[in-house]
């Protein structure tokens, strides 16, 4: 248990250590393509949505265009077979869960990840249900910002 515990760690260090190339890879060439093959190549399994997590985090100090370009290739996995549209949805109820934390680095961080979510809704690769959750999980004060409350 120990050993899968440790295995688990180094993996989730492997992605956050590897996200951010991969964005910055994917910007420079939007080559959905290799961003796939990154991507498995991580081996990631039931980690998929850590992997969607590092992404968006890795995109929110980037320009308002390369977000919405980070957020097209989070789509582009999907079509890829990199990922599967529920580690993307459970991937952005990581990143919601974080978004307090996330504030106080990056002040306008629930514009961004509005825009994120508003993204992977047109481009149907997260349900609309994800809207209903999301007060829940950004916090009430948040989640209403998002959209996600009333």
């Known amino acids: 248990m120990a050993a899968e515990s440790?295995?688990?760690?180094?993996?989730?260090?492997?992605?956050?250590?590897?996200?951010?190339l991969i964005l910055d890879e994917y910007l420079m060439t939007e080559n959905g393509m290799d961003a796939?093959?990154?991507?498995?190549?991580?081996?990631?399994?039931?980690?998929?949505?850590?992997?969607?997590?590092r992404l968006l985090i890795c995109a929110?100090?980037?320009?308002?265009?390369?977000?919405?370009?980070?957020?097209?290739?989070?789509?582009?996995?999907?079509?890829?077979?990199?990922?599967?549209p529920a580690d993307v949805e459970a991937g952005l109820e990581l990143l919601l869960k974080r978004l307090e934390d996330l504030v106080l680095d990056v002040p306008k961080v629930v514009d961004y990840?509005?825009?994120f979510v508003a993204h992977l809704l047109e481009d149907k690769t997260v349900p609309e249900s994800l809207l209903a959750s999301v007060p829940?999980?950004?916090?009430?004060?948040?989640?209403?910002?998002?959209?996600g409350g009333g």
């Open 60 to 84: 929110l100090d980037k320009t308002e265009g390369e977000q919405e370009v980070a957020a097209g290739m989070i789509s582009s996995l999907c079509v890829r077979c990199a990922l599967e």
């Open 36 to 53: 796939a093959s990154y991507v498995e190549e991580l081996k990631a399994g039931n980690l998929k949505p850590e992997v969607v997590k």
């Open 113 to 115: 990840v509005a825009r």
């Open 6 to 20: 440790a295995e688990q760690e180094n993996l989730v260090a492997k992605i956050k250590a590897t996200a951010g």
């Open 136 to 147: 829940a999980l950004a916090g009430e004060r948040l989640g209403e910002q998002t959209g």
